[in-house]
């Protein structure tokens, strides 16, 4: 019975809720900056912790596999939170926090470690790339490669054709 109210409670399933909570906070940001009690409430460090705790307790679901689905809502409002002030609010903890510089790493191969959990990091196989903490390693070492071997010199070689592009202009 739960499964079926699972599709109900959340459709979206497949990640798109992340995507539209992203697209709704792009829409609704101008508005809210205006508003006097989210420019508190984005201030607030305590409203960082709440954030990062209720994110943990949503992300787990309260320890009940099912229960993620249900409450990945709270997960998602605390990702979009946590994207806002890191992009609004640069003087708080939490962005001095996310600007450690092993936190940065993590964040620009983001991408390519996404397409490599799925290689690494799975649960239900017994391999032995698939166990901890080798599984993490390889994980990062396989996102870190095409970080350093195509996107880095990629935005180089952008970076210096966009220059000598405005070096060209009157």
Not at 3 to 22: K, Q
Not at 123 to 142: E, G, I, K, M, Y
Request: charged share 20%; net charge positive.
């Amino acid at each position: 019975m739960l499964p079926s109210l699972v599709i109900v409670v959340n459709p979206f399933l497949w990640y798109a809720d992340w995507l539209g909570a992203g697209v709704l906070l792009a829409l609704l940001r101008p508005r809210l900056q205006g508003a006097q009690w989210y420019r508190r409430l984005r201030a607030s460090d305590r409203w960082l912790v709440l954030t990062v705790v209720g994110g943990i307790v949503a992300w787990t679901g309260l320890g009940h596999w099912r229960l993620r689905e249900i409450t990945s809502i709270g997960t998602i409002a605390a990702v979009a939170r946590l994207i806002d002030m890191a992009a609004t609010a640069r003087s708080s903890l939490g962005v001095r926090l996310l600007s450690l510089p092993p936190l940065v790493g993590i964040g620009r191969i983001s991408c390519s470690r996404y397409l490599w959990q799925e290689v690494f990091l799975n649960r239900h196989d017994t391999r032995v790339w698939t166990s901890f903490p080798l599984n993490l390693q390889l994980t990062f070492a396989a996102a870190a490669a095409p970080y350093y071997a195509v996107e880095r010199p990629v935005l180089t070689w952008r970076d210096r054709t966009t220059s000598a592009k405005r070096e060209l202009r009157p």
